[in-house]
């Protein structure tokens, strides 16, 4: 297409005089400022005539370093990317990332989301950048550039660093993360030792690239490619494919052409695309990190979305991928059999995809992927004979919290017919709280006889949110006493306002709104109490009168309110004061009010 014919967005096509860099690079009504931008971006070799040719520049968001080893390979990958954006006539122009690592970052790579947020935000409007590629990987690298690139609008495209090898252990797979959680288990129940507990875990790590498994990694990227934001495919290659390479060099070329489309994140973040991407989350058996994730990318770019849409959209969609923690297999047989384009067309051929959501290649996700279903249904299920049926997200509401999510596709026949399978009260289990403040008290006490922990108890964790951790930490998720794990029983309901490693299979009810730490019904309850789950009315409630419950509260409130430990470094306490509850996608508050800046808010000052 040439210049004055319509994008795939509807829009014109932009005149290189209209490009955003050139008001650095190229005005000749302030020739003062103009020389100051180019002398210095000129010293490492670039030439006048490049920076004046009216071509595209383009942003490489690099979020690969030593200290994010699942997103280092991205360091490699740019490397096409450069070349893709030189082959399509773009001047590609890299620039680093704060950190995101989800295995390393104490106390919480949570508690970085935003930081990385606030930062990525202030490059792609404050510098002369037309376009930006966004390298992700790692959980919260996904959602964190996302969220910048739907704040200030510029064309933006998602390159994925996609999972590791799979990994192996005598014969048997290994899956990142999920591996973790059994061998604790093990060790727990005496099968293993500290030595065998390290070369187990480390065995699902074979190469470069983020979590095999269906975990929050996995699971960000494959509803960065339903939303949209990534091109056909991209999201499952495993890192070390020669694909990998040929999906950065291909990400890099149409960057090019999305800048002159002027095809934007608000153009492709819609709520038919977040529909999609709740849609494919349930049929992947996708992490419950992720509405906390994609709310804060609606609240950024102005769509209405909370839990209760998850439920209504996503929960009867059955689980079709046949991977860990849900499942049986990892990253390379995901890719091999189809990856995301697999599993959307399965879903479109019963109607559950939207036609009308555009993608980052100017046509639909529709069109994209209608007709492409998978080579292997062992690995991808038909839509049919799935693994499981019902495998969204429930909503739970009560005195406990407003909001908290249960993952269902989790749900293992075990612990069904354990909880969930009285014939007068089906659907519904009591048990008696055992109640933890952070995970040290947990790992403190959790095997001590003296709590009298049996199969019907409910463990509790809370002081592990936004507020009260700080930044929400993957905690809930806690393995049953050693004593129990010993007689078979592997696995206790757990509740908590905390966060849930997406690799893990345990079907808790977590994410709960509002914290502890700011007032929520978790701050009222105690070690003893009974609560009542009910996945037929969405309810979870201490069974204590309003009356009991109201004089708590205010005995809380005389006390000072919930405890929680002091900031240690200056962002934990600008964060803690402005943070919003995970049900509200732990945004900043007064973010959110900062929409499509580079048009809205126009060109920033000069700085001289």
Not at 42 to 70: H, R, V
Not at 389 to 415: Q, T, Y
Not at 440 to 451: A, F, N, Q, S, V
Not at 513 to 536: H, M, Y
């Amino acid at each position: 297409m040439k210049n004055g014919k319509k994008s795939p967005n509807g829009a014109r096509r932009v005149k290189p005089s209209e490009l955003r860099s050139k008001a650095w690079f190229d005005n000749p009504d302030n020739a003062d400022m103009t020389a100051l931008y180019l002398e210095r971006t000129m010293n490492f070799g670039l030439t006048l005539d490049e920076l004046q040719s009216g071509k595209p520049i383009i942003g490489i968001a690099q979020s690969g370093s030593d200290l994010s080893p699942c997103n280092r390979h991205h360091l490699v990958l740019a490397e096409r990317v450069r070349e893709g954006i030189r082959e399509a006539g773009g001047i590609a122009f890299e620039f680093p990332l704060h950190p995101i690592q989800e295995t390393c970052k104490r106390p919480t790579a949570s508690l970085d989301r935003n930081l990385a947020y606030l930062s990525l935000v202030e490059v792609l409007y404050g510098y002369p950048l037309d376009g930006v590629v966004l390298t992700t990987g790692c959980d919260k690298t996904t959602p964190s550039q996302i969220m910048a690139a739907a704040t200030v609008d510029l064309p933006a495209i998602v390159l994925s660093g996609g999972p590791m090898l799979n990994g192996w252990f005598k014969g048997e797979r290994t899956g990142s993360g999920t591996i973790v959680w059994k061998a604790r288990e093990m060790m727990a129940r005496g099968e293993i030792e500290y030595k065998e507990f390290l070369e187990l875990v480390a065995s699902s790590a074979p190469s470069a690239g983020h979590c095999n498994t269906m975990g929050t990694a996995s699971t960000m990227n494959s509803l960065a490619e339903a939303l949209g934001m990534s091109l056909p495919g991209c999201a499952a290659i495993p890192g070390p494919y020669r694909e990998r390479q040929q999906m950065a060099y291909l990400t890099g070329k149409r960057i090019v052409e999305m800048v002159w489309e002027d095809l934007k994140p608000s153009d492709i973040l819609t709520r038919h695309a977040f529909e999609n991407a709740i849609v494919v989350n349930s049929a992947i058996g996708g992490s419950t990190n992720a509405p906390i994730h994609l709310n804060a990318i609606a609240r950024h770019i102005g769509v209405e979305l909370d839990n209760d849409d998850w439920e209504k959209i996503g929960y009867e969609v059955p689980l079709i991928v046949n991977l860990q923690p849900a499942g049986e297999y990892l990253g390379e047989e995901y890719h091999r059999a189809g990856g995301v384009p697999a599993v959307v067309a399965e879903l479109i051929a019963k109607g559950k995809i939207n036609k009308k959501a555009v993608t980052v290649n100017g046509r639909t996700l529709y069109e994209n992927c209608e007709g492409k279903f998978a080579s292997d249904r062992d690995v991808i299920k038909t839509y049919d004979q799935p693994m499981k049926r019902s495998a969204g997200f429930l909503n739970f509401k009560g005195n406990l919290f407003d909001s908290a999510i249960m993952k269902a596709s989790v749900i293992s026949e075990e612990f069904r017919q354990r909880y969930l399978s009285n014939p007068k009260d089906p659907e519904a289990f009591e048990g008696r709280a055992i109640v933890f403040d952070g995970p040290e008290d947990y790992h403190k006490r959790i095997d001590d006889p003296k709590l009298e922990i049996d199969a019907s108890c409910l463990l509790f964790m809370r002081g592990t949110g936004p507020v009260g951790y700080p930044g929400a930490a993957e905690v809930v998720n806690m393995r049953a006493p050693d004593y129990l794990l010993k007689k078979g029983i592997t696995s206790l309901p757990c509740i908590g306002d905390g966060r849930q490693s997406g690799t893990s299979g345990s079907p808790s009810i977590l994410n709960a709104s509002p914290e502890a730490a700011t007032g929520g019904g978790l701050a009222l309850l105690k070690t003893g109490d009974i609560v009542r789950i009910d996945l037929r009315k969405r309810t979870a409630d201490i069974k204590i009168s309003a009356a009991e419950l109201e004089k708590r509260r205010e005995a809380l409130k005389k006390a000072g309110g919930y405890k929680y430990p002091d900031h240690q470094t200056p962002w934990q306490e600008i964060q803690r004061g402005i943070v919003d509850e995970l049900s509200n996608g732990m945004v900043l508050k007064p973010a959110v009010k900062y929409q499509r800046i580079a048009k809205t808010k126009g060109l920033p000052r000069d700085n001289h």
